[in-house]
């Protein structure tokens, strides 16, 4: 079965600095997607950065990049000059293809002015 | 592009009443989904429809969850009766296809159950 586990309820960061969001996830498929989403109180989800399997380049987009080890199953996420818009629920994803997306539990992230 | 609509965006209702929420996906997007996400949770998937065919629907309550997909455009999601630990946010999210990587989200709707 497939599951995704993030293993920080909660993290803080100061404006301007650096964080990492943990994720784990287990598989046995060899050909799959991870994502993370975030999601502010207006509830809608937002695709922040994806990660396709079989690219061993890390991805990134802007401020946002991951930390993608396959053998080890892990997948984090890294912000970098964290903002204050950048406050909000973070879930990691996995999904293989043709099939839905398993989510995790979310990591609340706030940011310190 | 217009992105996922759905609606209600809040609903409060007395438990055993019924309910029904209205996704309309981006235009053109073959593959629909409705996640439930219970406060402090994940999503979870309730059901995904590929056009007007159910692809999953293994995780949907059927003694009270129904959904359909008429026309392989909007989609409605219904609960009757409702029990308390239907309070959640009810997710609509769609993609081009199965085989395509992200799916985009609605605002969802908060169902509160009392």
């Known amino acids: 079965a497939q599951t995704v586990t993030q293993s920080q309820p909660e993290m803080s960061v100061q404006e301007a600095e650096t964080v990492t969001l943990s994720c784990t996830y287990d598989?046995?498929?060899?050909?799959?997607?991870l994502f993370w989403y975030k999601q502010p109180p207006s509830r809608q989800m937002i695709l922040v950065i994806r990660?396709?399997?079989?690219?061993?380049q890390n991805a990134t987009e802007n401020r946002f990049s991951v930390n993608f080890q396959k053998a080890a199953k892990s997948f984090s996420l890294k912000i970098s000059d964290s903002q204050l818009g950048d406050a909000a629920m973070y879930f990691c994803?996995?999904?293989?293809?043709?099939?839905?997306?398993?989510f995790g539990t979310g990591t609340s992230l706030t940011v310190i002015p | 592009e217009a992105g996922v609509a759905q609606s209600p965006r809040y609903k409060i209702i007395e438990k055993r009443q019924s309910v029904a929420f209205w996704c309309n996906p981006i235009?053109?997007?073959?593959?629909l989904y409705w996640y439930q996400q219970i406060l402090g949770q994940g999503p979870k998937l309730l059901i995904q429809?590929?056009?007007?065919?159910?692809?999953?629907d293994s995780q949907l309550p059927k003694d009270r969850f129904s959904a359909e997909r008429l026309k392989g455009v909007d989609s409605t999601l219904k609960i009757q009766p409702a029990k308390l630990e239907d309070s959640a946010v009810y997710l609509c999210?769609?993609?081009?296809?199965?085989?395509?990587?992200?799916?985009?989200f609605g605002q969802g709707t908060r169902l509160t159950v009392v």
């Open positions: 598989t046995s498929e060899s050909d799959y997607y």
């Open positions: 999210a769609s993609s081009l296809g199965s085989g395509f990587r992200e799916a985009f």
């Open positions: 429809f590929q056009n007007n065919g159910v692809v999953d």
């Open positions: 994803a996995y999904r293989f293809t043709g099939n839905q997306f398993y």
């Open positions: 235009s053109g997007h073959a593959t």
């Open positions: 990660q396709e399997a079989y690219k061993q």
